[in-house]
Antibody, heavy 123, light 108 residues
Framework: QVQLQESGPGLVKPSETLSLTCTVS????????WSWIRQPPGKGLEWIGY???????NYNPSLRSRVTISVDTSKNQFSLKLSSVTAADTAVYYC?????????????????WGQGTMVTVSP | SSELTQDPAVSVALGQTVRITCQGD??????ASWYQQKPGQAPILVIYGKNNRPSGIPDRFSGSSSGNTASLTITGAQAEDEADYYC???????????FGGGTKLTVL
């Protein structure tokens, strides 16, 4: 079965760039959409953005100026970069497979999630 | 504030039925998906589309939608259903995804 695993530094300094990678195992990254989602401690979920295996992206408008999501199909990985981080970016970051549809009243959901990785922004 | 609104907390007696709701204008045009999250764990998908359950999700979980409100119903709640529940759908532009603020379900 498909599994996702996030990896990257657990501590990032303010003003620097947060970089995470999600490795897809047990299946191909091709043919699917893939999302990043985060959750600050004690708070709710926030969608960051998605990427299609071909490279097209869509970002949360509140984060768009700082976010870049990329894909490497040869490694079966996709990545997140969040620039100019502050303490407000401290969160558990999840990657997820995105069942995607663009029309009304259709199936759209995040069906497989990674276990999440905690990233703390601190000097 | 989120474009999808959920009650912060709901409680249900063991074995009874509970409905968790999610309100938002975009729900007049798009289905919600629902996620269960237990402490220290990643969310899992429990309902998506009109009323679809992924493999392994008990049939006591069901979904429905009317107007600007999507609902997750648990018929015969079990102790293991105690968790946070989040809805997800589109924002009002239809171009981006947004989560509700979450509902903490307590099973008494």
């Amino acid at each position: 079965q498909v599994q996702l695993q996030e990896s990257g530094p657990g501590l990032v300094k303010p003003s620097e760039t947060l970089s995470l990678t999600c490795t897809v195992s047990g299946g191909s990254i091709s043919g699917y959409y893939w999302s990043w989602i985060r959750q600050p401690p004690g708070k709710g979920l926030e969608w960051i953005g998605y990427i299609y295996y071909s490279g097209s992206t869509n970002y949360n408008p509140s984060l768009r100026s700082r976010v870049t999501i990329s894909v490497d199909t040869s490694k079966n990985q996709f990545s997140l970069k969040l620039s100019s981080v502050t303490a407000a970016d401290t969160a558990v970051y999840y990657c997820a497979r995105h069942i995607f549809c663009s029309s009304s009243f259709c199936n759209d959901a995040f069906d497989i999630w990674g276990q999440g990785t905690m990233v703390t922004v601190s000097p | 504030s989120s474009e999808l609104t959920q009650d912060p907390a709901v409680s249900v007696a063991l074995g009874q039925t509970v409905r968790i709701t999610c309100q938002g204008d975009s729900l007049r045009k798009y289905y919600a998906s629902w996620y269960q999250q237990k402490p220290g764990q990643a969310p899992i998908l429990v309902i998506y589309g009109k009323n679809n359950r992924p493999s392994g999700i008990p049939d006591r979980f069901s979904g429905s939608s009317s107007g600007n409100t999507a609902s997750l119903t648990i018929t015969g709640a079990q102790a293991e259903d105690e968790a946070d529940y989040y809805c997800n759908s589109r924002d009002t532009s239809g171009n981006h995804r947004v989560f509700g603020g979450g509902t903490k379900l307590t099973v008494l």
